[in-house]
């Protein structure tokens, strides 16, 4: 299938064109052009009408089984800690999941996620009352239904038993055994929970189960108490640990990263391991500020995620610069060049690492990802200030997405779902929540 979308402002990653086509056949872009006698001969042509069209966004870090919490009320809710977050909200939501809950709520955040520009997540799971199987499911709800990128893992952990850890290492090890690498829609990674949640045993049967080649996911050091409870009862920090363990590799995933020192963030650099910073949720738990700088300038690939607190990558983005100006008290703290590095640069770097097709440009031989958004710039628009339209413009005000397109497929035309309905699907998932928060009760 050859498509082309016509009288776009296309921002390509690098450049802006002002009026600017771009050609797709199949999964790949194959022409971008700013003239009209030019353009790509398609089968079928889309007029932007001069909305903007960007590379499609990526969340590195997120939850979907968080989905159908929203505004969910726990009658004893009142942590003082990270930790008691965790015992009082999500894992009393993941232990009440069930096989069809797990389907919706990856369902639900998927279409979100593509109403934010989202193209490609990658997602970590935990159903401990429905492992087997629970990763097919997501990736059908995700890939198959929305078709969206994903990549996926199952959270191990020993706070549900011993049993419940075999069943995650098993799905997860079951799930990378049946990666397709004709089928660049989906991917995997080897899920843990955290450190303080995993001991020596299950990390080492985990670690022995892991292809080579893969990579982990894994929360790092997002509270104090996860770091605290690695060295009292292993002598080691959580990044040493886990290197002990040969799990710091290209394509895994440390989510947060608050709490680690300076020779666990000269070690990730080593072993040019990736890390993923989540500034709403970090704010949102109180638990730390991320050190944006020290990863950087260590050339880390540091990426940005959501961590489950809603989708929209432009917003995270935002807050990501706000967090580092008002912590450090210095208004040149979250520069434009690093906010640019963590969106735009280094998570297409991850989604190339994980997915293996070049992501984050709307150039010839990337992967025919575009987000079309319906944002005129009231003030002129270049390849010097767009991150500033991004941010200042769409991320601030009204975010809509107009069209978007994965692997080259349209997911939404005209702001709607091209092959979802969506009013239904929310009307099951309304009916889902019911029954789920009746289980947490």
Known sequence: MRRAIDNAVVWDGERVI??????????????????????????????????????????????LYGSLARGLSLPEYGPRTFTQILEQL??????????????????????EAARCGVTSLIDHHASPNAIPGSLDRVRDAVCRRVGLRAALGYEVSDRDGEE??????????????????????????????????????????????????????????EGPEDERDCVDHHGLRIVERLD??????????????????????????ERDAIVVHNPRS??????????????????VVAGLGTDGLGANLLAELFTA???????????????????DRLLFRNNPAIVERTFGVRAGRLAPGAA??????????????????????????????????????????????????????EQAEYARAREEAGRLWKRIA
């Open 18 to 63: 002002e009026r600017g086509s771009i050609g797709i056949e199949d999964e790949y872009i194959v022409a971008l052009t700013d003239r009209p006698d030019g353009r790509f001969a398609a089968d079928e042509r889309v007029d932007a009408e001069g909305r903007l069209a960007i590379p499609g966004l990526i969340n590195a870090h997120t939850h």
């Open 90 to 111: 999500w894992w009393k939501l993941d232990k009440a999941l069930d096989d069809s809950s797990v389907t919706t709520s990856a369902l639900i955040g998927a279409m």
């Open 164 to 221: 419940r850890a075999a069943l995650g290492i098993e799905e997860n090890a079951r799930f990378l055994s049946t990666l397709d690498p004709q089928d660049r829609l989906w991917s995997a990674h080897f899920g843990l929970h955290a450190s303080f949640t995993l001991g020596d045993r299950t990390l080492a049967a985990a670690a022995a189960a892991i292809p080579d080649g893969a990579g982990i996911h894994i929360h790092v050091a």
């Open 244 to 269: 002990r363990f040969g799990l710091l590799r290209p394509r895994s995933i440390l989510a947060h990263c608050l709490h680690v020192d300076r020779g666990e963030k000269d070690r990730i650099a």
């Open 282 to 299: 970090n704010m949102n738990n109180a638990v730390g500020t991320f050190d944006l700088a020290g990863f950087l300038d260590r050339g």
């Open 321 to 339: 610069g706000l967090a580092q100006r008002q912590t450090r008290q210095d208004a040149l703290a979250g520069t434009f060049p690093q906010l």
């Open 368 to 421: 025919a990802d575009v987000a079309v958004l319906d944002y005129v710039a009231p003030t002129p628009l270049n390849a010097d200030n767009v991150l500033g339209h991004l941010l200042f413009g769409v991320a601030v005000h009204a975010f809509r997405v107009h069209d978007l397109y994965v692997a080259g497929r349209p997911i939404l035309r005209g702001g709607a779902f091209v092959d979802i309905d």
